[in-house]
């Protein structure tokens, strides 16, 4: 047998409608991240856009998503991909205006999709009016004040005022040249230093400046006034500082926090003061906007913290991502989820891959030796089978959409996408490339533009509404590889992964057991992970080396991959998944 998805019953139907009703949307939406840069390009310029997403919206809405969440629009230099943001109430050039912005929130809301979008609160771009105004004042303004300046150490100031270094490689700290000046800092000479964790043109502000705190309050306003039904918080984990800055020399790993809440820069206790204001804001809406939280914590129980009821409605669950693909890890993941977001009563946000981190078919592909800690330096050049890879992510593709909670989908999981790791040197652009020197590659691999139809690039990617050739090459070069997984090659094809997305989204809107609520394990043998949900499901994954016989009786929904006809047994083979009722 291969794939099959059967169509519920009315009396299904109908049950799930009902608990639908009962439940907010976001404790068990399944949001398609659209990574904008590379999601479609409706103007022909090689860089995706507004124009590109709207004509792609039906093809959304028939994935069966619940929401879209849009990586930063905001107009940029675009030296961390739009993650350095010169302004918050509009949007890049590159990719479009506010007016088709707000139209497209509108067309998203009319095929029955949310929108989310992103906010970076840790830190602005060195091209923001408040930068600009900062380096054009003297130490000790209060333009300098929403900002982490301070003098350097040595005699002459010359060393930073401490140890950090940023997350992409080399120091925190970059030394300005006074505009202004006063005694101690003479005009036209390097004076005071400037905190950014990320790169040099990402200036932090001070989360302790009134003036910063007021000011992202007026943005989260400006978009939901807008129509836009929450925000994905860029590492909320990260904007508030220990005051005296002091130096990590005694942390193992600095970039990674550990769970006392008073790490120098990352998931400090005092962070959450944040997420409380920014709840009451939320909730001061008529529909409530919703959070969702991009916090490292490295820890269930630190993450649950975010989510407690007066603050964050939902966070990413970054250690199923990391996890290896073996049976007693993911097992424990999952419990240790759900136990800590049990204790806060929120549900749990599964994910498999985002922009940050190596596709999941490719991390798959390696041997499962280790945590899957998703940068690039973990990967290459270690031997991959991509076969075995793409069969893994399919596989978790189900057990993610059959956990209690809610998901993220990243653009191109739907396709099996693997990343692209043969990217020239030249066309390399993640600032991480260039302040590691060129020892780390980035993550300009899993942001490929996406191929929609066609045997070459663009494949169909760059697409002018009146339907004259493109003017631009995609931003990042799309490999010959993407012939035959392009959105078209893989419509209507029952075997493919974009249809087997389709089908668990359609049944998982379906089946009242799935979405949010809870689950119990059964014992499914050695290495399988099985899962029952009531009423009436199952989910089953094998992750074990053997075939493992599926339990009489029930009824196959939905498939990940061919399953075995044993000797009147159905016969689940090793890295597929497979979902029943019982
Ligand atoms: C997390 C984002 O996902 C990543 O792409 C970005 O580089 C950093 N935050 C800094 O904003």
Redo the contacts with the bound molecule.
């Keep these: 047998m291969t794939l099959t998805a059967t169509t519920p019953t009315a009396t299904t139907g109908a049950q799930r409608a009902a608990s639908r009703l009962a439940t907010p949307w976001w404790r068990e939406a399944v949001v398609y991240q659209v990574y904008i840069r590379s999601f479609a390009d409706g103007d022909g310029d090689g860089t995706g856009d507004v124009t590109g997403l709207r004509a792609r919206l039906p093809h959304l809405a028939s994935l069966g998503v619940d929401a879209i969440w849009i990586?930063p629009w905001y107009p940029s230099p675009l030296a961390?991909?739009?993650?350095?943001v010169a302004d918050y109430r509009a949007v890049e050039p590159l990719f479009g205006d506010l007016e088709q912005a707000t139209a497209m929130i509108a067309e998203a809301h009319g095929l029955g999709m949310r929108v989310i979008l992103?906010v970076?609160p840790?830190?602005l771009s060195d091209e923001h009016v408040w930068f600009q105004a900062a380096l054009a004042s003297a130490p000790g303004s209060p333009e300098r004040a929403r900002f982490i300046f301070r003098d350097g150490r040595g005699e002459a100031g010359e060393l930073p005022p401490n140890d950090w270094t940023s997350?992409?490689g080399g120091p925190a700290w970059t030394r300005a040249v006074e505009a202004v000046g006063d005694d101690a800092h003479p005009a036209g000479q390097p004076g005071q230093w400037y905190l950014h964790?990320?790169?040099t043109k990402?200036p932090d502000v001070d989360w302790t400046s009134e003036d910063v705190r007021a000011e992202y309050d007026d943005v989260l306003r400006f978009w939901f006034d807008r129509g836009v039904d929450g925000f994905r918080i860029?590492?909320a984990h990260g904007l508030t500082k220990h005051a005296d800055l002091p130096d990590t020399g005694e942390i193992a790993n600095p970039h990674r926090p550990f769970g006392a809440g008073d790490h120098p820069f990352l998931d400090r206790d005092d962070v959450h003061e944040v997420y409380r204001r920014w709840r009451a804001i939320a909730d001061s809406y008529d529909d409530p906007k919703v959070f969702v939280a991009?916090a490292w914590t490295g820890d269930p129980v630190r993450l649950g913290l975010y989510l407690r009821p007066d603050e964050l409605h939902t966070a990413f669950n970054f250690d199923f991502l990391v996890s290896a693909w073996r049976e007693p890890e993911l097992r424990d993941v999952i419990d240790r989820t759900l136990a800590a977001h049990r204790a806060v009563g929120a549900p749990p946000t599964w994910v498999l891959s985002?922009?940050?981190v190596y596709r999941e078919v490719s991390r798959y592909a390696r041997e499962q030796d280790r945590p899957q800690l998703g940068g690039e330096e973990d990967f290459t050049g270690r031997p991959a089978d991509l076969e075995v890879g793409l069969r893994r992510a399919r596989a978790a593709a189900l057990l993610m959409l059959a956990l209690p909670g809610g998901a993220y989908v990243y653009q191109g999981a739907e396709l099996g996408l693997p990343e692209v790791e043969d990217l020239p040197e030249e066309s390399l652009q993640?600032?991480?490339w260039f302040q590691s020197g060129g020892q780390r590659r980035g993550?300009d691999g899993c942001r490929v533009p996406l191929p929609w139809s066609g045997a070459e690039a663009p494949f169909g990617f760059s697409e002018r509404p009146d339907g004259a050739a493109p003017t631009g090459q995609p931003w990042l070069p799309q490999p010959a590889s993407f012939a035959g997984l392009t959105v078209a090659d893989q419509d209507g094809d029952p075997t493919s992964t974009l249809e087997l997305y389709r089908s668990a989204l359609s049944l998982r809107r379906s089946l009242e057991a799935l979405g949010d609520g809870a689950m119990e394990w059964v014992d499914g043998g050695d290495g399988v992970l099985a899962l029952t949900r009531e009423p009436g499901f199952a989910c089953w994954v094998n992750l074990s080396t053997q075939p493992v016989a599926l339990p009489a009786g029930a009824e196959v929904l939905l498939a990940s991959g061919p399953l075995d006809d044993g000797d009147g047994d159905r016969l689940l083979p090793t890295d597929t998944a497979v979902w029943l009722r019982r």
């Design positions: 990586n961390d991909s739009g993650y350095d992103d970076v840790n830190h997350h992409f964790l990320f790169n990402q860029d590492v991009e985002n922009h940050d993640d600032p991480v993550r």
